[in-house]
Nanobody, 123 residues
């Protein structure tokens, strides 16, 4: 079991920045890969970025060059971050932290989800 708690959401004007964080804890947490997904009403949850336990990263094309995923790992805890720059109204969504034992870049690989944090970007 991996517990995920997000923080750092909020409201910002277009062009602004936000930093999301996710505290992951539980036995064998260090073996997991992590990712950020987002969802808007009526749409499917979509991957934003993901990072493997060894550090390889991947980004959705819509955020590449603007968002940066990073992690700080300890024995049974991981701090996951998503630095978001040059935000635009299309980035408005609920953002979810995700953990997967064998990857967290696709929804089907995710084993655990956080509760989500709202990001609102106004024009």
């Amino acid at each position: 079991q991996v517990q995920l708690v997000e923080s750092g959401g909020g409201s910002v004007q277009a062009g602004g920045s936000l930093r999301l964080s996710c505290a992951a804890s539980g036995p064998s947490t260090s073996l997991y890969s992590f990712g950020w997904f987002r969802q808007t009403p009526g749409k499917q949850r979509e991957r934003v970025a993901c990072i493997a336990s060894h550090g390889d990263t991947a980004y959705d094309a819509s955020v590449k060059g603007r968002f940066t995923i990073s992690q700080d790992r300890a024995e049974n805890t991981v701090q996951l971050h998503l630095q978001m720059e040059s935000l635009n109204p299309d980035d408005t969504a609920v953002y979810y932290c995700a953990a997967g034992r064998y990857g967290a870049c696709v929804i089907t690989a995710v084993n655990f989800w956080g509760r989500g944090t709202q990001v609102t970007v106004s024009s």
